[in-house]
């Protein structure tokens, strides 16, 4: 039986038949992970991304940054460096943050990879619908950790798993095939222990902000 990824503990196999895949559900921070055989590899993993419409024509999308700057970013008082990390093809929000008169940059492993970006240091780092693509989740938080300022932010947006297993099963969220790992806040606080930050903010629905 696999360990969770996350926080070590067994794990439970969690079977889909309609989408013949399956899932290893940890037994203690509720972390489901998606089988690695399943996972797409990286040109199809790509090719997903374009196809989402995470674009300044979409103004569902434009909306959700213009209030996560506003009920989230600007209450921060951040005068030092912003990076969004995996922005997607965009970047939308790094470009909203500059309109904002932020000192924003954004770094993303298929569409932007600037490698020079990851050796800086930032006062906020950003990760808005990214974190449920992680592979290894550990190493992912600690890189970004990594990346902060003493005192910086990291703030997560990503939809949280507080529903049921059999509410999960039938969830839209886990049927986007680049859609890997789904946190619990459970497995978000051990996810803060390990990297040694603090939770500062938890809506339970989508979003966190942690301090280092
Ligand atoms: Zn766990």
């Known amino acids: 039986m696999e360990e969770c990824l996350i926080c070590g503990s067994k794990t439970k196999m969690v079977e889909d038949k309609q989408l013949k895949l399956s899932y290893a559900l940890c037994q203690r921070c509720g972390f489901i992970y998606k089988d690695k055989a399943v996972h797409l590899n990286l040109e199809a993993e790509h090719n ?3 196809t989402h419409n995470n674009s300044f024509e979409s ?4 909306k959700i940054f213009v209030d996560l700057i506003r009920d989230h970013i600007k209450p921060l008082n951040i ?3 912003i990076l ?43 990760c808005t619908e990214v974190a449920e693509h992680f592979t290894n989740p550990i190493s992912e938080f ?7 300022e ?14 049921s297993l059999d509410e999960f099963m ?7 095939r680049t859609h890997v790992s789904f946190y619990t806040p459970e497995s978000l606080e051990e996810i803060s222990k390990q990297c040694g930050l603090s939770i500062v903010y938890n ?3 989508n979003i966190m902000i942690f301090q280092k």
Do not use: H
Request: aromatic share 18%.
């Open 48 to 50: 997903q991304y374009l």
């Open 59 to 62: 103004e569902g999308y434009v």
């Open 79 to 81: 005068s030092g460096k």
């Open 84 to 126: 969004d990390f995996g922005s997607g093809p965009g970047p939308v929000l790094k470009t909203l943050l500059v309109q904002n008169g932020f000192d924003a940059f954004d770094y993303d492993p298929f569409f932007n990879r600037n490698e020079a970006y990851l050796s800086k240091k930032y006062q906020l780092i950003t």
């Open 142 to 148: 600690k890189l970004l950790t990594s990346m902060l």
């Open 150 to 163: 003493d005192k910086g932010y990291l703030l997560i947006m990503t939809k949280f798993r507080t529903m």
């Open 170 to 176: 039938n969830w839209w969220y886990r049927r986007d």
């Open 203 to 205: 809506n339970k629905i």
